[in-house]
């Protein structure tokens, strides 16, 4: 079947305007992942979903960042007042269920440029 | 700094063997992972091996794991250049994975 893709692959934007980023997942996956991967930062762990819900939001970077997954599919991560800072690969992931011994799946990701 | 380290750059001649190291800091990790970046492209799972194991083979790959030291390590054996990438070592953390900053693999002809 079909992995875990996210759209768009890449997105440029001005900084202090908000932008979307959307996820779906392979089908059937219960939990889902966001991470990001800064230049010189490595993979940071932001959020997780449990079929529709965000046990722990404590990774998101600031108040600015919100997201949200309806009907246990399709997630959006929302990032309002876009700043530079914000420049990097946002990478979605998703697995069976969120117990420890289901691998998580990763899409291409999509690279966010704030100019 | 990162929970997950990992050196930055390893580069060798086609046909030798890569060794990538990893150390990890929580000794209640579960699973630890290995994953490839490909330029443009998502990360790719690669292999995993239980906290209880030793070693894990898979084809060329080999992951050597020593729970005493904390240390992670994936072979790759005769390299070729389609394996240039950055590979980064994951541990499992309850239902979340740690990543190390990824060590750039440079396969030279």
């Known amino acids: 079947g079909a992995g875990v893709s996210q759209s768009p692959s890449n997105k440029v934007t001005e900084k202090g305007k908000d932008v979307e980023l959307r996820c779906d997942p392979i089908?059937?996956?219960?939990?889902l992942y966001w991470y990001r991967q800064s230049l010189g930062q490595g993979l940071e762990f932001l959020i997780y979903?449990?079929?529709?819900?965000?046990?722990?939001k404590s990774g998101l970077p600031s108040d600015r960042f919100s997201a949200e997954r309806t009907g246990g599919s399709v997630s959006t991560l929302t990032i309002q007042r876009t700043q530079q800072e914000d420049s990097a690969v946002y990478l979605c992931?998703?697995?069976?269920?969120?117990?420890?011994?289901?691998?998580?799946?990763f899409g291409p990701g999509t690279r966010l440029t704030v100019l | 700094g990162e929970d997950v380290e990992q050196s930055l750059f390893l580069s060798v001649r086609e046909g030798d063997s890569s060794v990538i190291n990893c150390t990890y800091t929580?000794?209640?990790?579960?699973?630890l992972y290995w994953y490839k970046q490909e330029p443009g492209a998502g990360l790719q799972l690669l292999t995993y091996?239980?906290?209880?194991?030793d070693m894990k083979q898979d084809q060329r790959l080999t992951v050597l794991l020593n729970k005493k030291d904390k240390h992670l390590s994936l072979r790759i054996a005769d390299t070729q250049t389609g394996d240039s990438a950055i590979y980064f070592c994951?541990?499992?953390?309850?239902?979340?994975?740690?990543f190390g900053g990824g060590t750039r693999l440079m396969v030279k002809p």
């Open positions: 992931a998703s697995s069976q269920s969120t117990s420890v011994t289901d691998t998580q799946y």
């Open positions: 089908s059937g996956h219960t939990a």
């Open positions: 979903f449990q079929g529709n819900s965000a046990p722990d």
């Open positions: 929580d000794s209640s990790s579960t699973y």
């Open positions: 091996i239980f906290s209880n194991m």
């Open positions: 994951a541990e499992m953390r309850g239902n979340m994975l740690t």
